[in-house]
């Protein structure tokens, strides 16, 4: 991983896409991660309400969606039951 955007963009995909970590260094930043990705990005987004920039801010929100449900937008909404389902 080159630099800290880049790892925290990657962690961002991985936790949304509830993939596997094995590397214990990666699972650690990857929990601080869960915890603040989605106040930040709801942040983000009350920021750009206030500045009058809808397109991000749809965007923003949208992001935030995704980290809180852990489901990209064009998965199916099921898809956050896939625990649920398969036992």
């Known amino acids: ?6 790892k ?5 995909q991985v936790y949304i896409s509830r993939a596997r970590m094995e ?3 990666l699972v ?4 601080y991660i869960s915890q603040n990705a989605s106040r930040i990005c709801r942040a983000l987004f009350e920021l750009c309400l206030r500045r009058g920039w809808p397109s991000l801010a749809e965007e923003l929100l949208t992001l935030s969606k995704a980290v809180d ?9 099921l898809r956050q039951f896939e625990q649920t389902l398969s036992a």
Not at 8 to 12: A, D, R
Not at 69 to 77: F, G, S
């Open 1 to 6: 991983l080159g630099d800290r955007a880049g």
């Open 69 to 77: 449900l852990r489901i990209w937008p064009h998965q199916h909404a």
């Open 8 to 12: 925290v963009n990657l962690l961002m």
């Open 28 to 31: 650690a930043d990857s929990s």
């Open 23 to 25: 590397a214990f260094s």
